[in-house]
T-cell receptor, first 112, second 115 residues
Framework: DTGVSQDPRHKITKRGQNVTFRCDPI?????LYWYRQTLGQGPEFLTY????????KSRLLSDRFSAERPKGSFSTLEIQRTEQGDSAMYLC??????????FGSGTRLTVV | AQKVTQAQTEISVVEKEDVTLDCVYE???????LFWYKQPPSGELVFLIR??????QNEISGRYSWNFQKSTSSFNFTITASQVVDSAVYFC????????????FGAGTTVTVRA
């Protein structure tokens, strides 16, 4: 297992377009997390899954954001009608509850 | 609610100097974990250490050492004999049982090591 993979690494999109990011966690980990990190800040929690069940969504996650984890494997994070304020690094992590988290390299989104 | 404070925004040192990064946390939980992560310019968060709330032993790993003091709610990190490759943003994070162990991060400290 090569760790947590995220695709794409970079995404530039025009305002108003939809984007989708993918995360492939470590296969033995049943939990998957999405975080968002803006410049000069620490990562902020967005949402997380245990297997295929989405357990919580942060209030940071507006209705334009949706995340899925079909079959409890990979996860996707979609942003509809992107805005400039969505520009950030989107980080995915996986873990067992209470264990250390393994983060992916992130997807850097730029909305122009 | 839980909170992590990293009061130092930026630290600049000359190679071979020691550097200590401060981390103060707040939680009412008695069961929690503390973490340090390194984020180099490439962007990936690299795990450095995890400590649980019941283990106050200090830890040393090579040039890295950590000082956990529950009495002051601090979990400080020291890099001894810093090197240019240590230049990165360092994050302290907290996960607590009552929050289902989701990570809460501090704002990070940018460390620049000059040759």
């Amino acid at each position: 297992d090569t760790g947590v993979s995220q695709d794409p690494r970079h995404k530039i999109t025009k305002r108003g377009q939809n984007v989708t990011f993918r995360c492939d966690p470590i296969s033995e980990h049943n939990r998957l997390y999405w975080y968002r990190q803006t410049l000069g800040q620490g990562p902020e929690f967005l949402t997380y899954f245990q297997n295929e069940a989405q357990l919580e969504k942060s209030r940071l996650l507006s209705d334009r954001f949706s995340a899925e984890r079909p079959k409890g494997s990979f996860s996707t994070l979609e942003i509809q009608r992107t805005e400039q304020g969505d520009s950030a690094m989107y980080l995915c992590a996986s873990s067992h509850p209470g264990d250390g988290y393994t983060f992916g390299s992130g997807t850097r989104l730029t909305v122009v | 609610a839980q909170k992590v404070t990293q009061a130092q925004t930026e630290i600049s040192v000359v190679e071979k100097e020691d550097v200590t990064l401060d981390c103060v946390y707040e939680t009412r939980d008695t069961t929690y974990y503390l973490f340090w992560y390194k984020q180099p310019p490439s962007g990936e968060l690299v795990f450095l250490i995890r400590r649980n709330s019941f283990d106050e032993q200090n830890e040393i790993s090579g040039r890295y050492s950590w000082n956990f003091q529950k009495s002051t709610s601090s979990f400080n990190f020291t890099i001894t004999a810093s090197q240019v490759v240590d230049s990165a943003v360092y994050f302290c994070a907290l996960s607590v049982l009552s929050n289902d162990y989701k990570l809460s991060f501090g704002a990070g400290t940018t460390v620049t090591v000059r040759a």
